[in-house]
């Protein structure tokens, strides 16, 4: 019976307790609720929107003023990248035809002395007197199996 009664004031003690933090929870979200209406009184959606769309069009306005800035000043000059480039490999080719007209004919360069003394013929039929050699012996060995 005891443990019983225990049981059940430990239930009722948690049933108050929870009761207890359901009603600060509720409060506080009261109070949020309240702030958050309080924050939006002077905000509607025409008027983010609008918000939004002067930012959008600052930010352009930035952009442009930023490309205009960084354009090269050619005081009133205005270059055609394509003649220029044009112009660039006319001259290149000017100078590659410069260089190639003052090419000079072939140089003479000294041979070499030719040695007076008559070289050597080379030793080959030793080595085809080896391998008869060579053979006799495999032909010697062949006829003793």
Same mark, same amino acid.
């Given at each position: 019976?005891?443990?019983?009664?225990?049981?059940?004031?430990?239930?009722?003690?948690?049933?108050?307790?929870?009761? $207890?933090?359901?009603?600060?929870?509720? !409060? $506080?979200?009261?109070?949020?609720?309240?702030?958050? !209406?309080?924050?939006?009184? $002077?905000?509607?959606?025409?008027?983010?929107?609008?918000?939004?769309?002067?930012?959008?069009?600052?930010?352009?306005?930035?952009?442009?003023?930023?490309?205009?800035?960084?354009?090269?000043?050619?005081?009133?000059?205005?270059?055609?990248?394509?003649?220029?480039?044009?112009?660039?490999?006319?001259?290149?080719?000017?100078?590659?035809?410069?260089?190639?007209?003052?090419?000079?004919?072939?140089?003479?360069?000294?041979?070499? $002395?030719?040695?007076?003394?008559?070289?050597?013929?080379?030793?080959?039929?030793?080595?085809?007197?080896?391998?008869?050699?060579?053979? !006799?012996?495999?032909?010697?060995?062949?006829?003793?199996?």
């Amino acid at each position: 019976q005891i443990d019983g009664t225990l049981s059940t004031i430990e239930f009722q003690r948690e049933a108050l307790e929870n009761a $207890n933090t359901n009603t600060e929870v509720l !409060k $506080n979200m009261g109070f949020a609720a309240k702030a958050m !209406k309080a924050a939006h009184d $002077n905000m509607d959606i025409d008027k983010v929107d609008e918000l939004m769309q002067d930012i959008a069009e600052q930010q352009e306005l930035a952009d442009e003023i930023s490309t205009a800035i960084s354009k090269p000043v050619g005081f009133g000059e205005e270059f055609d990248e394509d003649e220029l480039m044009a112009e660039l490999e006319e001259l290149e080719q000017e100078e590659l035809d410069k260089n190639l007209l003052e090419i000079s004919g072939p140089e003479t360069v000294p041979l070499p $002395n030719v040695p007076s003394i008559s070289i050597p013929s080379k030793p080959g039929k030793k080595k085809e007197e080896e391998e008869d050699d060579d053979m !006799k012996e495999l032909e010697a060995w062949a006829g003793t199996m």
